[in-house]
Each structure stands twice: as C-alpha cells, then as structure tokens.
C-alpha cells in the first residue's frame, strides 16, 4: 500500500513507529510490534492507505545505516525521524513521561526542568520538518498523542513556508486533566497553543473534551483560534473483535482453552492484564485482593486471580520500585493465603502472547481493571471479545476511560476504596445468570459497533471534511 493510493493521501505520525527494528548479520530488519495505538489502527489498515512517520526507537548514526534502515521501513509504508539517543532520552523519559504523563493523569507534584522541556520542543521541530517535507498539498495529517502537543503548531508553520495546504488532526490518548491539575505545568500555554493549530482535536470522552475547552474558555464542540476554527469531537476508540474471534477459532488456541478449563474446573478465574504502570492502580488491585480475601473466607480455596504485568519502562525507577512493591505484595498474599492445594494469586511480570491472552481472557469467569486514570483501557473491550461463551463479568474502575460508556454492562468502583473493590468481586462472582447475561450482551454489543476502524475511518472523514471546508461550522 503506497502513500499516494486508497481513498485519502493520509500521513499518520506518532513518537514511535509501530515496528521493531533490529541488526541481523550486518543488515537491519523490521517487524510489526504491539502497543496500544498499534491495536486502535488495526482497523483502518483494512479500508485506508497511509504513511506512517516516527522514531524508529534505536540510534542511527551513519548515513549508510539510515539509509538501509528507511529502505526496510519504507516496506511497511514507513518514514524513520532520526533522533540521536541523549534527545531521545530527555525528550521521552525526561519530559514526556516524567513531567507531562503525571500532570495529564492528574498526579501532582510534578517538578519541571527546562533541559527536558527545550528537548521536547526539539523533537516536536524535527517531526514538523520531516512531515512538511513528506506532505502535498491536500495530505491529511494525523497526529497521535502526548509527545507531540508542540507539533501542530510547528507543521502548520513549516507547511505555511513552504506553501503547502494541509488539514492538521490530532488524537489525545490519555485523559485531559480539570484545570486544576493543567495549571500545575508552566509550559501549559504553549502546549495549548501547539494543540490549537490543529484542524480537528479528538478526545476519547466527553469528560476529557469538556476539560480541555473549560481550559480554552470557549463554546462548545469549536474554538477560533488565530482566525481558525478548531474542531473539538470525541471519538471512540475501540478494538478489532474479528482478530479476537479469528485467533480463538486456532486449534491450538482452542486446545490451550480446554487445558486451562481442566486446570481451573474447580475455582472462579479473576483475570487482570495491565501494563505495569502507576495508573493502573496494580497496587490498589493487590491490596484490594487481599481485603475480598479476608471479608469472604469462604471462597478462598475456590478462586484464582491471575494477574499479568506486562513490563512498561524498565529503565525508570520509580517503575522499578513499583515492581518491586507489587512482587512483594503479591509474595505476602500468597504467603498469607497459601494451602497445599495452591495459592489464590499468580502474579506474571512479563508479556504474555497474543494467543495466550485469547485463551486467558475466554476461560476468565471475571476481569478487574482498577485504573486510579487512564485514557481508555482497551483491555476492557479485549476481555468482551474472547467471551461469547463464558459471558464473564467486567469489573471495572470508575477512573478508566472505558466506564464512561460500559458503566451499565460492568460492575463499577472506586480503585482507593478496597471495600468497595472487595464487594463489587463479590457481586461479581454471585451475579445471577440473567444479569449477566444482560451485561455481557450491553458489552459485546458496545464493543462490536465502536470497533478501531469506525474509529479511524470517522476521524479521517470528519479531518476531510475540514480540509474541504475548513471555515464551515463543527
């Protein structure tokens, strides 16, 4: 699929490009990797042709190698953004995910360092001169998440030199704080300023949309800026659920699924599937595990919560500390809980594969999600794919993106709360079949019709219709 063919010339950019590439006998090669974003655009490989634009996530330094590392690229319909590794470091590590990560989270506390913030700023400058470069005229950019809020300005600078007229679209992926918690960053107003040079700004909910206008004062679904109208929108993303479907049909798949079944015919499986992350409240998760089992003894030696944490920023300490925490925690409940027959928890920090965690999520009678924030949490929609036949249960944190549309199809609480978290487990586990049944069928039913690639597809034609007729209202 080339750049120039389909129905739109689309570039997508995002920090990181969705391959792995690595050395092998002199020669680079590239492969699809996974990632959250990575999943939301499956969809629209289906029906669109694009290019993407990123870093490549290792430092080039010859022109030979760059050159051989963008022509393996260039196979998948992708354009390297060299950074040199020190850039990269301050502007991923430093400021992206140590200042700005926290505040759009709503952790206080943030200390800000302009070393960092001038290495955003220039990371955000070379995607804008490596797209201007790559665009036509007409080229619909799409812009994808926090570590590029600068960028929009920038480009529309860079495309303005060089007389190329382009509609700008940017996705925020994580929630946008109350104001509050935004006020907190000095830099703030030129973030604002980066985001407002877009042509259309899209949230996952309502709440994070509402947020982001309160702080740029303005009506609704549009704001005027520099004689511009911005669109402001939320667009749902989802998953694929036929990748789900199609890989649970594998007869492999289908023999791991009858081996688990046999492993745990006799206890209820709680399964949780996380990136190991602050927000994704692992530690409430723990210490709320422990208080359902001490509220309800009864079902101790009958339950099983299996609990990966897939590894997310090894090289930080404050992740470092927090596996720690979460390695002892998991070491005291099953010391605490632990019988000959077996332990109540199996705590995995590791990726798990694809048809692995299919198989999981099917033989799960129960998923606990407890993010104290997070933007979506697709693992929610993961979970409802794989379960046509159990029909399990969702527990969900009131905190993840995903309650603001599976509140009625899950069991809601509050992730500080572990009584609350504690009985929601409990009516989980107890929930009559017709209830179930009635949740379950909300679910999958949301799940199907708010897949990746109506969420793509909609954002490209909504951005399409700004570049038509960008002075006409929202």
Known sequence: MGSNEGKHNLIIVSNRLPLSIKRVDGTYESSISSGGLVTALSGLTKSTQFRWLGWPGIEVKSNKDREEVSRTLNEHDATPIFLDSGLAHEHYNMFANRILWPILHYQSGVVFDDGPWQAYRRVNELFAAAIAEAAETGTLIWVHDYHLMLLPELLRNRLYEKNKHCAIGFSLHTPFPAGDFWRNLPVRKHLLEGLLSSDLIGFHTDEYKQNF???????????????????????????????????????????????LEERYKDVKVIVGVDRLDHIKGLTQKLKGFDSFLEDYPELRDKIIL?????????????????????????????????????TPLLYMHRSVPFTELTALYSVADVCLLTSTRDGMNLVSFEFVACQEKRQGVLVLSEFAGAASFMREGSISFHPANTTEMSEALYAALKLDPDERRRKYEYLRDFVNTHTSAKWGQTFIEKLSQRCRQPGKAC
């Open 213 to 259: 206008q309160d702080t740029c004062a303005k009506i609704p679904n549009q704001i005027r800026y520099k004689n511009r109208l911005v669109c402001v929108g939320k667009f749902i993303v989802g998953i694929d659920p036929q990748k789900f479907a199609h890989t649970l049909q594998n007869p492999d798949v289908q023999d791991r699924i009858r081996s």
């Open 306 to 342: 299996i609990q990966v944490a897939v590894p997310s920023r090894e090289d930080v300490k404050e992740y470092q500390e927090l596996e720690t925490e979460l390695s002892t925690l998991a070491g005291k409940i099953n010391g605490k809980y632990a019988t000959p027959d077996g």
